[in-house]
């Protein structure tokens, strides 16, 4: 039997079923068999979870409550880490306009800003008693001269 252009023409029906017929026979064999494993191993793990929490439904002693709080920190850890490996894939999304992506995606800007009424005098313009000298340096970082405004100005 010669395969060719004409024959595939003409025999069309056949060659689509003899193609359709095994791979719907292989896909109804993986929805049966296979995927209906890979769900069961999914429900088992979910609802060992709903088991641990069902658990956690009425409190009766401070016992209960330190378990919660256990697993309340556990899940903040992963929380955090969660946010923090988001943050690492998404850092490069969120730059600066133009030029000033250099300077200030290196944290060159102020995060504490203290201000002032203009008529307040100098020995009233300390900055708060919890934040010390070393706090401070890490707290303001470098801001160029022309982005310092003094009390009063706009």
Same mark, same amino acid.
């Given at each position: 039997?010669?395969? %060719?252009? /004409?024959?595939?023409?003409? *025999? @069309?029906?056949? $060659?689509?079923?003899?193609?359709?017929?095994?791979? #719907?026979?292989?896909?109804?064999?993986?929805?049966?068999?296979?995927?209906?494993?890979? #769900? !069961?191993? =999914?429900? *088992?793990?979910? %609802?060992?979870?709903?088991?641990?929490?069902?658990?956690? %439904?009425?409190?009766?002693?401070?016992?209960?409550?330190?378990?919660?709080?256990?697993?309340?920190?556990?899940?903040?850890? +992963?929380?955090?880490?969660?946010?923090?490996?988001?943050?690492?894939? +998404? /850092?490069? =999304?969120?730059?600066?306009?133009?030029?000033? *992506?250099? &300077?200030?995606?290196?944290?060159?800007? !102020?995060? $504490?800003? #203290?201000?002032?009424?203009?008529?307040?005098?100098?020995?009233?313009?300390?900055?708060?008693?919890?934040? !010390?000298?070393? /706090?401070?340096?890490? =707290?303001?970082?470098?801001?160029? &001269?022309?982005?310092?405004? @003094?009390?009063?100005?706009?």
């Amino acid at each position: 039997m010669k395969m %060719d252009k /004409e024959f595939l023409l003409k *025999n @069309r029906f056949w $060659v689509l079923l003899t193609v359709a017929v095994p791979l #719907t026979l292989v896909a109804i064999v993986y929805l049966l068999y296979i995927a209906p494993m890979s #769900t !069961a191993a =999914l429900k *088992n793990k979910i %609802d060992k979870a709903y088991k641990d929490m069902k658990g956690f %439904d009425k409190f009766k002693n401070a016992n209960h409550v330190s378990l919660a709080d256990k697993a309340l920190k556990e899940v903040k850890k +992963q929380e955090k880490g969660v946010w923090e490996v988001a943050w690492k894939d +998404q /850092e490069k =999304l969120y730059t600066w306009p133009g030029p000033l *992506n250099d &300077r200030y995606r290196e944290g060159y800007y !102020a995060k $504490v800003i #203290t201000i002032h009424p203009p008529d307040a005098k100098a020995d009233t313009m300390t900055p708060p008693a919890s934040t !010390a000298a070393e /706090e401070k340096k890490q =707290l303001l970082r470098h801001v160029p &001269r022309r982005a310092v405004r @003094r009390p009063g100005q706009l």
